[in-house]
């Protein structure tokens, strides 16, 4: 599916454009006139039954006219709604130029993994919401799409089977070491080798990745992508150390006292799989999403063929929830033979905190939506197998404290679903393994480790990020958490 590395010559309507541009005459309402660039994907029908990516990709055309349409704001409200400060307008000006190496090192001045960015970042709420185009256009939707683009100077380097390693300073003779090889882990690993010092990621999972490879499936964020970035990162020197469960095979005080690393970053996620609570989560046939996501993503379940993973098969699944890991783990479902998949969630889908574009993918590909609606209990039969599930019908209350409308039960509303497997991705926490055996280090009542503004825990030379410490988040916004830590070691290493 991949589109080829060349070049291709811009048609009439793209040099056009261009030749205003060059001389000055490109003007806001040329630009506004462009049409949105529509994403070009994979027929629903032929992706339910494979793990290829769903979306495809700009065009080289397409992405340059989706580049015309941005306004060059000189107040560019993009980049503030950007949590990493991407210069938008820079990255994008160069698309449009048909700069496309000078366009990702634009992006990469502020983002260490655009390729991943630009494919899972819910942008619609971040910097497309305040883009000027969409509000021009008085639609959302119309924005200038920033992600694909994003995703299209990624993805130009990519196709030229180029690796970009960076710059690595000459060797301080510091060790720090990483716990967790997530977004937050990897982004501040790379930014602790660039400034010369010896990193060692510990990761429990014998892969590296973090939810990128566990959880977010393929046919949304190609394996091989993470791969990449992690190749670069041992390319510059990161040693990465798989099995390795911080807490159990070492505790922090053993790194930095009996190991000689000088500092730690601590991004171990938020991996515990919260449950309902009802009567009938124990039954055969109730999983997490977690779970079921591992199973198939990172144990190669899906791939039939090649991997004996078990991995259960049910005709009727019910999804329980209404973010991305439940779109994720119904779509998987569907691809995993499941003739009926019901999305099971008490609001309605205005306040489903799930992408815009997972929700219609998933529909596309013919996942059941139930709004209104939450099980009280999971039935089984004589063998402990899930035979169906009772629900009750809901109706919208008041905000409550997320803002959102807050679902109320219809009293006497009790029906019944007919399913042979529940998969419950209502959200998860931290593991508490690591922080029950260092318990110097001071968490939050919800689990979570608190920091200082500078990422710095409780902990002497203990630094978190990411996941562990603003609960389950974005990839986005771990990066950033990794980075921001990361800066603050090399400045106490640096003092030293
Ligand atoms: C199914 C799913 C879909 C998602 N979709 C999106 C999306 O579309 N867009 C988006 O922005 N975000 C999405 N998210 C959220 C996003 O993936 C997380 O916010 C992000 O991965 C958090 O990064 P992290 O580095 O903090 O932790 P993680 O990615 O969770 O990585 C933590 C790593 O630490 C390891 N670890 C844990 N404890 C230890 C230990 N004691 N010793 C050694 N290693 C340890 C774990 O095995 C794991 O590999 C999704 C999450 C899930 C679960």
Redesign the pocket.
């Given at each position: 599916m991949n589109r080829p590395a060349e070049f291709e010559a811009p048609t009439a309507s793209v040099r056009g454009l261009l030749e205003k541009l060059g001389e000055g005459r490109l003007s806001v309402r040329d630009r506004l006139a462009i049409p949105p660039q529509e994403m070009p994907a994979q027929d629903p029908a032929a992706r339910r039954g494979n793990m290829d990516e769903v979306a495809l990709g700009y065009s080289e055309e397409q992405a340059r006219l989706e580049a015309l349409r941005c306004l060059q704001c000189k107040n560019a409200p993009c980049i503030a709604s950007c949590p990493v400060g991407i210069d938008i307008p820079g990255f994008i000006a160069e698309i449009a130029a048909g700069r496309y190496a000078e366009s990702l090192a634009v992006l990469k001045k502020s983002n260490l993994f655009p390729a991943i960015c630009g494919r899972?970042?819910?942008q619609e709420v971040q910097c497309q919401a305040t883009c000027t185009v969409g509000k021009s256009l008085k639609s959302l939707d119309k924005a200038v799409s920033i992600g694909r683009l994003e995703r299209f100077a990624a993805d130009r380097e990519r196709e030229s089977g180029r690796l970009e390693v960076p710059a690595v300073k000459p060797a301080t003779g510091k060790r720090v070491a990483v716990?967790?090889?997530?977004?937050?882990?990897l982004a501040a690993a790379a930014d602790l080798a660039k400034e010369g010092h010896a990193v060692t990621i510990?990761?429990?999972?014998h892969k590296?990745?973090?939810?990128?490879i566990?959880?977010?499936p393929e046919f949304?964020l190609p394996k091989d992508i993470v791969g990449r970035e992690i190749e670069a990162l041992e390319q510059m020197g990161v040693e990465i150390r798989t099995n390795?469960?911080?807490?159990r095979t070492r505790s922090l005080k053993d790194l930095l006292d009996r190991d000689g690393f000088a500092a730690v970053f601590i991004?171990?996620?938020?991996?515990l799989p919260k449950f309902m609570d009802i009567p009938g989560e124990n039954l055969i046939g109730v999983f997490s999403?977690?779970e079921y996501?591992t199973r198939s993503n990172l144990m190669r379940a899906y791939d039939l063929q090649h991997a004996d993973t078990p991995i259960f098969k049910a005709k009727r699944m019910a999804v329980l929830g209404g973010g991305?890991?439940a779109m994720?783990a119904a779509r998987t479902a569907v691809r995993m033979g499941a003739e009926k998949v019901f999305l099971v969630y008490r609001r309605t889908e205005r306040e489903m905190p799930a992408?815009v574009e997972e929700v219609a993918h998933a529909r596309e590909e013919g996942v059941v939506f139930r709004f209104l609606e939450s099980p009280t209990r999971i039935l089984g039969d004589e063998r402990k197998r899930v035979t169906g599930m009772e629900c009750l019908s809901y109706t919208l209350g008041d905000p409550d404290a997320s803002g959102r409308r807050s679902p109320v039960a219809v009293p006497g509303s009790e029906h019944l679903l007919d399913v042979d497997a529940v998969i419950v991705a209502i959200g998860?926490e931290s593991?508490p393994?690591?922080l029950q055996t260092n318990p110097e280090i001071a968490v939050s009542r919800r689990g979570n480790i608190i920091t200082d503004e500078t990422g710095k825990t409780s902990m002497d030379r203990v630094y978190a990020g990411?996941?562990?410490v603003l609960g389950?988040?974005?990839?986005?916004?771990?990066m950033g958490e990794?980075r921001r830590a990361a800066a603050s070691i090399n400045r106490l290493l640096a003092e030293e």
């Open positions: 899972v970042c819910p716990v967790g090889s997530g977004p937050a882990g510990f990761e429990a999972f590296p990745g973090g939810v990128m566990y959880g977010i949304r390795f469960l911080v807490g991004g171990s996620g938020a991996g999403a977690n996501l991305n890991v994720d992408r998860n593991h393994l690591l990411g996941d562990i389950a988040a974005t990839v986005i916004l771990a990794g």
